[in-house]
């Protein structure tokens, strides 16, 4: 049997060669390659209605919608990520491999991601000039943060609960956050919460 490394070094330039071939995803990290953590029935869902909520009404714009496996350069040559959803409707994104120019990012929560992406993935996130909302989504109950770069450029968040509309300005689209008789019957399709969710 081969050890493997605890820690793999690289350049950025052979990391985005040599990540392409690997059956796991790996993000990029200053010259570390760390190994993505695969993820919860709920969190993969959640992400896939979000996906096709987001795909269905850009589907007529210069916009482009992406899941999962299509990372994003946060910084060139040092950071590499790969959000759960990602918008580009900057016409410079043309590399076949990444997106550099987001204008949202959405990030579905779970226990082993939460602090990276409230803490140093935001803070690396919001240095991108082209980035202008940051959506974190829970998955345990119903709820959606999103965090929105102002005209001053501070980033100023606003929660949204059951009943109310979930408006996503960067590319002008509105999600229902509950429908008749069904709370987040679009957002949250056949998602299994782990306590009864109320109307409260």
């Given at each position: 049997?081969?050890?493997?490394?605890?820690?793999?070094?690289?350049?950025?330039?052979?990391?985005?060669?040599?990540?392409?071939?690997?059956?796991?995803?790996?993000?990029?990290?200053?010259?570390?390659?760390?190994?993505m953590?695969?993820?919860?029935?709920?969190?993969?869902?959640?992400?896939?209605?979000?996906?096709?909520?987001?795909?269905?009404?850009?589907?007529?714009r210069?916009?482009?919608?992406?899941?999962?496996?299509?990372?994003?350069?946060?910084?060139?040559?040092?950071?590499?990520?790969?959000?759960?959803?990602?918008?580009?409707?900057?016409?410079r994104?043309?590399?076949?491999?990444?997106?550099?120019?987001?204008?949202?990012?959405?990030?579905?929560?779970?226990?082993?991601?939460?602090?990276?992406?409230?803490?140093?993935?935001?803070?690396?996130?919001?240095?991108?000039?082209?980035?202008?909302?940051?959506?974190?989504?829970?998955?345990?109950?119903?709820?959606?943060?999103?965090?929105?770069?102002?005209?001053?450029?501070?980033?100023?968040?606003s929660?949204?609960?059951?009943?109310?509309?979930?408006?996503?300005?960067?590319?002008?689209?509105?999600?229902?956050?509950?429908?008749?008789?069904?709370?987040?019957?679009?957002?949250?399709?056949?998602?299994?919460?782990?306590?009864?969710?109320?109307?409260?």
């Amino acid at each position: 049997m081969v050890a493997l490394p605890d820690r793999i070094l690289m350049s950025a330039e052979e990391y985005l060669v040599w990540e392409p071939t690997q059956e796991e995803r790996y993000e990029y990290w200053d010259g570390e390659v760390v190994m993505m953590s695969g993820a919860t029935r709920n969190h993969n869902r959640i992400s896939a209605n979000f996906f096709k909520l987001l795909d269905d009404a850009l589907a007529d714009r210069s916009c482009e919608v992406y899941i999962v496996d299509v990372k994003v350069q946060v910084e060139p040559g040092q950071k590499y990520f790969y959000p759960d959803v990602v918008v580009t409707c900057d016409e410079r994104d043309d590399d076949p491999q990444l997106v550099q120019f987001p204008c949202l990012i959405i990030e579905v929560l779970s226990p082993s991601t939460e602090a990276a992406d409230r803490g140093k993935k935001f803070a690396k996130y919001r240095q991108s000039p082209t980035l202008q909302e940051y959506v974190l989504v829970q998955v345990a109950q119903p709820g959606v943060e999103v965090f929105r770069r102002n005209e001053q450029g501070k980033w100023v968040l606003s929660e949204y609960n059951l009943h109310e509309i979930l408006r996503l300005e960067s590319v002008d689209v509105e999600i229902a956050m509950s429908t008749t008789g069904y709370a987040y019957a679009d957002l949250y399709r056949q998602v299994q919460f782990e306590t009864e969710v109320t109307d409260a």
